[in-house]
């Protein structure tokens, strides 16, 4: 039999090629023609005048780079809380306080900035109450609506998820605080605020004086008599760890400050805030978290150095 009588029972063209192998290249030349009459895949250009594409105008957004359809502001400083260094203070953005040390800033503006000379520092839970999100807390009591978390009983909300460092700084903002009756309204980290961790509360007895209380639970507290407290504050319970493994809380409001140390150095741990006794809006939850007091030396020549600085972690 000759070769082409054989390659034709073997089902093959002249060119070599199988049948069914010439028969898929049609196929893909079909497919190919088919085509032809698509338009090609185009991305829209970015809209000059809506940079973030958020539907709200560059001139009038008040956070033009970063997508915030929403616009909440919640210090009402101009700067939406997405971009916005300080989202629970008013300032200015600015954020220079480590530039004489470091050379550069760490991301925490001036204005809110825990250590205004250190390396490190995180804002790393935020909740304003924009939006309900009492899924993200445990408890009890707390109703979120009109931009805040409101009680007129006895309630209190911890964080399911712990955080860790060896600083840990809680903080609540109280827009409005109306006294029922004898009670406290309290914030605290490394715990629930119930059988574990630290808290800064400010109690209220009738006919006696406001008081400030640092306690470490299941250890020892420590009490200041304060003039009495009237919204808006806020309200910080701040721990950190030094070199030496010792460990101190801090509560702070306003001007005053208590500060005591505590028996245990580990500062990892969930954190809480609760009120009893009075009508209690929180307006903002913020919590920042630290390494051991790192400083960064410059260089010019040799770039940055990570070190670790001796002296108050509390700076």
Not at 80 to 99: A, K, N, R, S
Not at 134 to 163: H, K, M
Request: charge should be negative; proline fraction near 6%.
């Amino acid at each position: 039999m000759s070769t082409s009588n054989k390659d034709r029972e073997q089902g093959k063209t002249t060119h070599g090629h199988s049948l069914a192998q010439k028969l898929r290249w049609l196929h893909v030349l079909a497919f190919v023609a088919a085509c032809s009459d698509v338009e090609p895949l185009t991305l829209q250009p970015r809209n000059p005048d809506d940079v973030d594409a958020d539907g709200v105008p560059n001139a009038l957004d008040n956070c033009p780079e970063r997508y915030n359809d929403d616009q909440h502001d919640e210090d009402g400083d101009g700067f939406g809380d997405v971009c916005d260094v300080c989202p629970t203070v008013i300032d200015d953005q600015g954020d220079f306080g480590e530039l004489g040390a470091l050379g550069f800033g760490d991301g925490i503006g001036d204005a809110c900035d825990p250590r205004s000379t250190r390396d490190g520092d995180v804002l790393e839970r935020i909740d304003t109450f924009k939006v309900d999100t009492s899924a993200n807390w445990v408890g009890f009591g707390w109703a979120i609506g009109g931009d805040v978390a409101r009680t007129t009983a006895d309630a209190r909300w911890s964080s399911p998820q712990e955080l860790s460092g060896d600083g840990l700084r809680a903080q609540i903002h109280v827009p409005l605080l109306v006294w029922l009756r004898g009670g406290f309204v309290e914030v605290g980290v490394n715990g629930d605020g119930v059988d574990a961790g630290t808290t800064c509360r400010i109690t209220h007895l009738d006919g006696q004086p406001d008081q400030l209380i640092a306690t470490e639970l299941g250890g020892a507290s420590m009490t200041i008599q304060i003039p009495p407290v009237v919204a808006p504050f806020t309200l910080i319970a701040w721990r950190t760890i030094k070199l030496d493994r010792t460990s101190t809380l801090r509560c702070i409001l306003g001007d005053t400050v208590v500060e005591m140390p505590l028996d245990d150095d580990v500062p990892a741990g969930t954190f809480e805030f609760a009120s009893s006794g009075a009508i209690t809006d929180i307006g903002s939850v913020a919590v920042y978290t630290f390494p051991i007091n790192p400083c960064v030396q410059v260089s010019p020549n040799e770039g940055a150095t990570l070190r670790i600085c001796d002296g108050d972690p509390f700076d």
